[in-house]
């Protein structure tokens, strides 16, 4: 299938590497990859105290910088916490928010809603991550995904809904060990029924511009049933994103499908 939009690939370093310098030389592997492959755009969103340091290598519009996880403070005694504006000034320009890994942490609707807010008032596009535990066969799923979505933006104005980015993660295939957590023709339905909820929440203008991830075990070997059928902007790495050869190869299968 022709598919000719430009893909967006999240990479979520989690709490890896262990140093820096391991973390410059993943980050330099992975900018020789995305100099290579012109046609998809990648964030790395490394641990914090990376940020700055990749960010000053990073020079490269294709390849930017993304945090974690962000404060719902501005600033203060607030032990151990980091505020969007910090992010911002380290050079990251989006942030993953309400990721399941932090909602399982104790970040409740009430508080990715908040972490959302921060990220628009401090400029950095938020990747709101929503997905379902697990999958009932009454379709109760469906209105968790609902719910997530409705009250992570509760509050946010027209013009901000646009800057969002949603990645669907259901929390059942991330960390999957076959690599085969979900297929093309699933992630459809889903990709289909956000779209649909969104149009419904904010019009049809709106609902068009705002881009939908997947995440969950993507690898090279399922990445190109995902963008077959998928229908998706692009997608949400965990583990693939600090390994650079089965980068290269994501990298390469995307690329590959983008020429047919
Ligand atoms: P995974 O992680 O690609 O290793 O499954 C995805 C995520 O948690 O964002």
Same mark, same amino acid.
């Given at each position: 299938m022709k598919n000719k939009k430009r893909i967006l690939i999240v990479g979520n370093?989690?709490?890896?590497?262990?140093?820096l310098i391991s973390a410059k030389e993943i980050f330099s592997s992975i900018k020789k990859i995305v100099l290579k492959n012109k046609k998809t755009d990648v964030v790395i969103c490394p641990p914090f105290t990376f940020i700055n340091s990749l960010f000053n290598s990073s020079?490269?519009?294709a390849l930017t910088i993304g945090a974690q996880d962000l404060s719902v403070?501005?600033?203060? !005694?607030? &032990?151990?916490e980091v505020s969007g504006m910090m992010i911002k000034s380290s050079g990251a320009e989006m942030v993953i928010v309400g990721h399941s890994e932090k909602r399982a942490a104790g970040d409740t609707d009430e508080i990715v809603n908040k972490k959302i807010q921060q990220a628009l008032k401090n400029n950095l596009v938020p990747i709101l991550c929503i997905g379902e535990s697990i999958r009932d066969d009454h379709g109760e799923y469906l209105a968790v995904i609902k719910s997530q979505i409705k009250n992570a933006l509760a509050g946010v104005s027209k013009k901000s809904l646009t800057q969002i980015i949603i990645a669907y993660e259901p929390v059942w295939a991330i960390?999957?060990?076959?690599?085969? !957590?979900? &297929?093309g023709h699933e992630l459809h339905q889903m990709y289909l029924f956000i779209k649909k909820y969104l149009k419904e929440l904010y019009g049809d203008s709106i609902s068009s511009l705002i881009k939908i991830l997947y995440g969950g075990s993507v690898s090279p070997d399922n990445v190109s049933d995902l963008i077959n059928f998928g229908e998706v902007n692009g997608f949400l790495v965990g583990?693939?994103?600090?390994?650079p050869s089965s980068f290269k190869d994501l990298l390469t299968n995307i690329s590959d499908i983008k020429k047919k």
């Open positions: 370093w989690k709490m890896n590497p262990n140093t020079k490269t519009a403070y501005d600033s203060g !005694a607030r &032990t151990g960390g999957n060990t076959n690599f085969s !957590a979900i &297929t583990r693939v994103s600090y390994d």
